[in-house]
């Protein structure tokens, strides 16, 4: 349609440039008017399109930029989950650790823990291979049973101190009464032993040859 | 024996009776104390040490599984968190150094966390095969390497005689320092363990 008008233009100026024939200069100037007239039409034509070019190239450019940007965050927010994760898990093990310590059985909290470190791996392998969709599903996995894990172990850590000092207490209230009837017997057995020596002195007899 | 040397050995046997009764209370003082130490081996398929490779030479070929085994011990006395490094050496790449317990500049291809009990024994599996490869001048460089089903982009340089070490290098956690340690202390003296494994390809 552009090329058409175009086309169109510049034949009319081409009739307009022609030999001088018979033709008044009037109709001379119309022609010219009518083909300058087609121009512009045609000039505003084809910077409508350029601005819907410009328009629909500006709309693609920004499609494409959002993806790129989503891309990275997505690879960054991650990458700070993996280490957010990472974390977690440290912090589940760091609890486990006090509660071995203060005699806590860990074994079902080792296993769990041992669940989470798991997901991350497999985390980490999503990650590498782009795949950060299921990176993210395996990390939340990791970062609940690590939560989970660590919160336990919190737990049943304060309530192994508190069993631990209870029993510390009963011991040593049952170590001293031991001690002081242990004594108070060996004083009491030295005596009936004191008597009972002194008795079997006085009762000898001198031996006479 | 007169009555003096009674009431000594009276006094001895009373101090001997009460230091028994608050023994238990006594012996938290002092720990019972044994030397620290943490065992790792690599196992073939059948569990044992041997069966490496899959036929009897020890050549490989691309493409063909590796079946190997990951054999651990805690004896530290409290549970470890443990990483394993896995890392592929070319002959011009130093091993691990034992006695200064420095772990191997080559990259870590893969890495396997556990986190294992006092006294506890694991076995983690470890089967590994050369996926993809390349040849540029000269060289052939493995580029994929497959892990436990995961496929990983190396970028390994294989020499003249065409022959690598595997080695896995045993990190634990240090609380202290918050992060893995290649070494630990035990005894006073830095320890570390660190297993390698010959390996001679076949890329016709």
């Excluded at chain 1, 629909?56 to 930029?65: A, E, G, P």
């Excluded at chain 1, 939340?140 to 049943?156: D, G, H, N, P, Q």
């Excluded at chain 2, 470890?80 to 080559?106: D, E, F």
């Amino acid at each position: 349609m552009l090329d058409r008008d175009l086309n169109a233009a510049r034949n009319i100026l081409e009739i307009g440039r022609g030999p001088p024939d018979l033709k008044s200069v009037e109709s001379l100037t119309s022609t010219r008017a009518r083909a300058y007239d087609v121009f512009a039409r045609a000039n505003l034509r084809k910077k409508e399109k350029m601005k819907r070019t410009l328009y629909l190239q500006f709309i693609l450019i920004m499609f494409v930029s959002s993806y790129f940007i989503n891309f990275v965050s997505g690879e960054s927010d991650v990458l700070n989950e993996i280490n957010v994760a990472e974390r977690d898990i440290i912090q589940g093990y760091d609890a486990i650790i006090l509660a071995e310590k203060n005699g806590v059985n860990i074994v079902n909290l080792v296993r769990d823990l041992n669940d989470a470190i798991d997901s991350l791996s497999e985390a980490r392998i999503r990650y590498y291979q782009g795949d950060f969709e299921a990176a993210f599903s395996y990390l939340t996995a990791c970062k609940e049973i690590s939560t989970v894990v660590r919160e336990e172990a919190s737990a049943l850590y304060l309530s192994a101190v508190e069993e631990s000092e209870k029993k510390l207490f009963q011991n040593s209230i049952l170590i001293r009464v031991s001690i002081i009837i242990i004594f108070f017997s060996f004083i009491f057995i030295w005596k009936i032993f004191k008597q009972h020596y002194i008795k079997k002195i006085l009762d000898m007899k001198p031996m006479v040859e | 024996l007169n009555l003096d040397e009674w009431r000594y050995i009276f006094i001895i046997t009373g101090i001997f009776a009460v230091s028994i009764v608050a023994m238990p209370v006594i012996s938290t003082y002092f720990p019972q104390t044994q030397e620290p130490f943490f065992a790792m081996a690599v196992l073939g398929k059948r569990l044992q040490a041997g069966d490496y490779y899959p036929t009897d030479e020890l050549i490989l070929n691309i493409r063909e599984p590796v079946p190997w085994n990951i054999y651990l011990f805690n004896q530290m006395g409290e549970s470890q968190y443990t990483s394993i490094k896995v890392k592929i050496l070319s002959n011009s790449v130093a091993s691990p150094n034992t006695s200064l317990c420095i772990p191997s500049p080559a990259p870590v291809i893969y890495e396997f966390r556990n986190i294992l009990l006092s006294n506890e024994t694991k076995i983690v599996p470890f089967t590994w095969e050369i996926i993809g490869t390349y040849n540029d001048a000269d060289t052939t460089i493995i580029s994929k390497i497959k892990i436990n089903e995961s496929p990983i982009d190396v970028d390994i340089v294989i020499e003249n005689d065409k022959s690598l070490r595997l080695v896995l290098e045993l990190w634990l956690y240090n609380n202290i320092s918050t992060e893995f340690s290649f070494a630990w202390i035990s005894n006073g003296e830095p320890r570390c363990i660190w297993n390698q494994l010959w390996i001679t390809f076949d890329f016709s």
